[in-house]
Each structure stands twice: as structure tokens, then as C-alpha cells.
């Protein structure tokens, strides 16, 4: 793929509501595309976590009430911007976009239209509409190879279509290393500045994971007083409070209140890992695994499960380690490894932030991400 050599007007949108990984990604994307000199839209639903954080980015942010897989209205509006401001990229980020901007893309003179597909479907969808969107879409990004090939094998598209870009982490400013380099959060966490520390960061829910981290920690806690553990995340829902509560119940019934500490998912997470000494990232299933490398950006010794993208990022014993899928204990073996042998586990730390700078560099996938445009606009 050729890396970016003219300047492409580009529009990344999506309509969804939510306040997940996917919807992170899209402003970062679109203000590391302006930095690169290609002018850049972000188009989100009005009162969206994605609408205040590209305000706050200072991004060209465009609103669109766009619902449902056939929006009159907004197909309308749509195609008047792409004409108006001679876009020559819709890069949309929610497949529910997809047939409003093939439409509109249409209506504007035939725009290539770029999904990324941030999530692994667990159904096919082998059906004429699918069919007709995705012929109708220049350009399928996966997350990862593991969501590509879920891709290839989920809807009808020609496998020249579709290429795994990885996301990036934003290296020189909120990721920055030497700007947290010295962070520490044991005293705001009511944890002794000797301490160790391991952390979970995701939410509170058992496809996450933190019960596993819960089990390791208690099996692992009389023969390694110095360690602490720290959950980060929050519970939404009824269903995932019920977790939360059973959680700390498990914490009470193991006489373990003053080493394991329940935190809300924060801002400032890179002083948060920065602080970990160990990240587990025990999911049953991630299509990549942001946490994984937002831990190695700050030096974080991480574990992780070897399901998903996860094992496309941790190399066993170079950069981090892996353990089964839900087998808690060889979570536990793995973890206490690393808590046992500091020279190792910083080793796996300072090689896992080596490997997120040369491969997970938000500027890294963003040039990629261009070079696609590029060859889709010339042809």
C-alpha cells in the first residue's frame, strides 16, 4: 500500500450513540488525519461522546440525526456536504452507516466509501442488502486479522477489499511516555508507595474478565503480601452491578479490603497504568485490544488471554505473556511469574513499549489509513 503523497478530503463518520472503544476512535483518527495535512470532517448524532470529543479536539464536527438503513433527511444533507466540500473519502465507522452513505455517496457522483470494522460478528449476513452494501463499499479495515478473516467469511465481499490496519495510540501527546514517565497514583489509590501493583482496566462484567484477575490475586495474596490490586472500570446496568457487588463480596469473604481497591474508569489512564507494575487483560474475546497496548505504551508488564486480536499484539516472553482463555489457573501461574521476577517483567515492559511505537503509533495507522484513500481516489 502506498503511504500518503497528496492530500485527501476525507469524512469519518458514525451514528452511534455509544460510548465504547469504536466511538473513541474515530476523533483520534480524524485529528491525526488533519495533523498529516489532509482536511478532515468528523460527522457524529448530536450530544454524542464522539460530538464533544472532536469539539474539544478542535475538529471540523458536523451533527447528523442518521438512523435506520435508509435516512430520507440526512441522505439528503449528506450528499449536499460531500458535493459542497468535494469530499473524496467517506470512511464510516459503524456498518449501520453503511447503506445512508453508499446512497448519498451515489446522489454526490460516486465517493469511494471506507468501513472500518472495529467489532467480530458473531452472525453471518449472507442476505441481498448486506450483499449489495458491501459491493457497493470500495474498502473494508479491519482492527485486526482475526476480525478480517471474521469479515471474509460473514458477508459477501471480494477478499481484496479488505486489509487489517491496527489501531494507534496517540504517542506524542496523551500516550506520551516521558510526560508521565514519573506518575504515580499509589497514595490517591490508599495504597503503600512500597507497594506493588496489579490492574484490570475494562468493565465490570465476566466477558471482561475481573473474576479471574480476583481469583489469581487471592491464590496469589499470602505468598506476595507486598502486591496490590486495583480494579478499574465501572459497572453499567443492573446486570453488570450485581457483578460489581459479587466482586466485592469475593474481596470480603478472602479478608482482602485493604489490598484490592475498586477505582471508576478515569481520564488520566496513563498515569493509571503508568502506576500498574502488571496489567491482566483477561478477556474472553477482544477483535484487538486497545488495553493491551495503551499498558505497554507505559512500560506496563502485561498478561493477556490468547483469544482475538490479543495474541496478534503479545509475542510470549518478549513483550508480554498469554495464558488460555478462561482458565484461571494458568492466569494465576502466569501472573505470578511476573510478580516473583522484577528484572523480567520490566524487560516485558520496556520491550512492549518498543513494540506499540514501532507497530500501534496512531501516526503509524493514520498514514496507512491515507495510503488506502490515496490508492482508492486514483484508482
Not at 478532515?40 to 451533527?63: F, H, K, Q, Y
Request: charge should be positive; charged fraction near 20%; aromatic fraction near 8%.
Amino acid at each position: 500500500m502506498r503511504m500518503d503523497r497528496q492530500n485527501i478530503r476525507n469524512l469519518q463518520i458514525i451514528s452511534s450513540p455509544g460510548v465504547g472503544g469504536r466511538e473513541l476512535i474515530p476523533p483520534l483518527l480524524a485529528h491525526q488525519l488533519s495533523a498529516l495535512g489532509h482536511p478532515t470532517w468528523l460527522m457524529a448524532r448530536p450530544g454524542t461522546l464522539i460530538e464533544r470529543t472532536g469539539n474539544d479536539m478542535g475538529l471540523n464536527v458536523l451533527t447528523t440525526r442518521m438512523q435506520g438503513y435508509f435516512d430520507p433527511g440526512p441522505i439528503l444533507a449528506l450528499a449536499a456536504f460531500l458535493k459542497r466540500e468535494k469530499i473524496q473519502v467517506i470512511h464510516a465507522h459503524w456498518s449501520r452507516d453503511l447503506s445512508n452513505c453508499i446512497t448519498a455517496s451515489g446522489l454526490a457522483g460516486g465517493i469511494p466509501v471506507v468501513l472500518t470494522k472495529h467489532v467480530y460478528a458473531t452472525q453471518p449476513k449472507l442476505d441481498p442488502f448486506h450483499t449489495w452494501v458491501y459491493k457497493h463499499t470500495n474498502a473494508v479495515i479491519a482492527v485486526s486479522r482475526v476480525v478480517e478473516e471474521n469479515i471474509k467469511q460473514t458477508v459477501r465481499i471480494r477478499p481484496d477489499k479488505v486489509v487489517t490496519i491496527y489501531n494507534g495510540l496517540d504517542l506524542d501527546h496523551h500516550w506520551n511516555f516521558a510526560r508521565v514517565r514519573n506518575a504515580d497514583l499509589r497514595t490517591e489509590f490508599g495504597i503503600p508507595q512500597a507497594a506493588r501493583v496489579l490492574g484490570f482496566v475494562g468493565r465490570m462484567n465476566s466477558g471482561k474478565g475481573p473474576h479471574l484477575v480476583m481469583e489469581a490475586f487471592s491464590a496469589l495474596s499470602k505468598q506476595l503480601p507486598a502486591w496490590h490490586l486495583v480494579l478499574a472500570g465501572k459497572a453499567v446496568g443492573e446486570q453488570e452491578e450485581h457483578y460489581l457487588a459479587e466482586l466485592k463480596a469475593t474481596v470480603c469473604r478472602n479478608q482482602l479490603e485493604s489490598r484490592v481497591h475498586f477505582i471508576n474508569y478515569r481520564s488520566d489512564m496513563p498515569e493509571v497504568m503508568r502506576t500498574f507494575d502488571i496489567l491482566a487483560c483477561p478477556s474472553v474475546f477482544e477483535s484487538f485490544g486497545m488495553v493491551v497496548i495503551e499498558a505497554m505504551a507505559m512500560e506496563c508488564a502485561v498478561v493477556g488471554s490468547d483469544s482475538g486480536g490479543i495474541p496478534e499484539i503479545i509475542e510470549p516472553g518478549v513483550n508480554g505473556e498469554l495464558f488460555r482463555a478462561g482458565d484461571a489457573s494458568q492466569l494465576t501461574e502466569r501472573l505470578g511469574k511476573l510478580m516473583r521476577q522484577t528484572a523480567y517483567r520490566k524487560k516485558l515492559g520496556i520491550t512492549g513499549r518498543k513494540t506499540v511505537s514501532e507497530r500501534f503509533s496512531l501516526d503509524y495507522s493514520a498514514r496507512r489509513v491515507a495510503g488506502l484513500y490515496q490508492t482508492l481516489v486514483n484508482g
